[in-house]
């Protein structure tokens, strides 16, 4: 079966401290992305990839890091520097002008 | 500023009965939209995708419009069951001028939450 996956479902994080999300897909697609999403506010971008070993900022990306060193994956790094962390997080990926599958999601929650 | 506008914000429905959701968009210049559904703590969906030429697209109970003069797309859905229950996502894609991506950029509009009741 081709798919996105995220893990974990479930996240904490304590004060201070950094904790990364896993997203992998093995749709073969070149290009993949991180969205943060608030009650009432639409997704909004953080990072997004293109092609491996490159990734851009996105709308909001500060408090944020990524890599991409397989076409595969896709992970995203809840800095301390991120004060406000507590959000469901959305990856996607998606081929040109095709449209995007997204993973079903980890909820971030702050201890 | 691109932006992309819903409303209802959140609408209550009996089982069985129609709705239509709105989305209003800014966006410039325009490539498609899609109307997704994401069931709570899951990711979207896609339930349709129309581009500047097309007006009306159906999937199943669901029927959506676009009137790209207006920048205005509509999402029906008729004789409404409990799955159905959801927020519903319009996303509107368009092409920057500059940057040479030929993926589009996606502007996300805030949702509409539906609850079905029976």
């Known amino acids: 079966d081709g798919g996105i996956t995220q893990s974990p479902k479930y996240l904490f994080r304590k004060e201070g401290q950094n904790v990364t999300l896993s997203c992998e897909q093995n749709?073969?697609?070149?290009?993949m992305y991180w969205y943060r999403q608030d009650p009432g506010q639409g997704l909004r971008l953080i990072y997004y990839?293109?092609?491996?070993?490159?990734?851009q900022k996105g709308d909001i990306a500060e408090g944020y890091s990524v890599s991409r060193e397989k076409k595969e994956s896709f992970p995203l790094t809840v800095t301390s520097a991120q004060k406000n962390p507590t959000a469901f997080y959305l990856c996607?990926?998606?081929?040109?002008?095709?449209?995007?599958?997204f993973g079903s999601g980890t909820q971030l929650s702050v201890l | 500023k691109n932006q992309v506008e819903q409303s209802p914000q959140s609408l209550i429905i009996l089982e069985g009965k129609n709705c239509t959701l709105q989305?209003?968009?800014?966006?410039?210049?325009?490539?498609?939209l899609r109307w997704y559904k994401q069931d709570t703590g899951r990711g979207p969906v896609s339930l349709t995708i129309?581009?500047?030429?097309?007006n009306t697209k159906s999937n199943g109970r669901y029927t959506a419009t676009l009137d790209a003069d207006t920048k205005q797309s509509s999402l029906h859905i008729t004789a409404s069951q409990l799955s159905d229950s959801a927020s519903y996502i319009c996303?509107?894609?368009?092409?920057?001028?500059?940057?040479?991506?030929?993926?589009?950029?996606?502007?996300f509009g805030q949702g509409t939450i539906l609850t079905v009741h029976p």
């Open positions: 129309m581009t500047f030429s097309e």
């Open positions: 996303v509107v894609s368009f092409t920057p001028n500059a940057g040479g991506t030929s993926y589009g950029k996606l502007t």
């Open positions: 989305c209003n968009y800014t966006v410039s210049p325009f490539s498609n």
């Open positions: 990839s293109q092609i491996v070993n490159d990734f």
């Open positions: 749709l073969n697609h070149d290009a």
């Open positions: 996607a990926s998606r081929e040109t002008g095709d449209e995007p599958f």
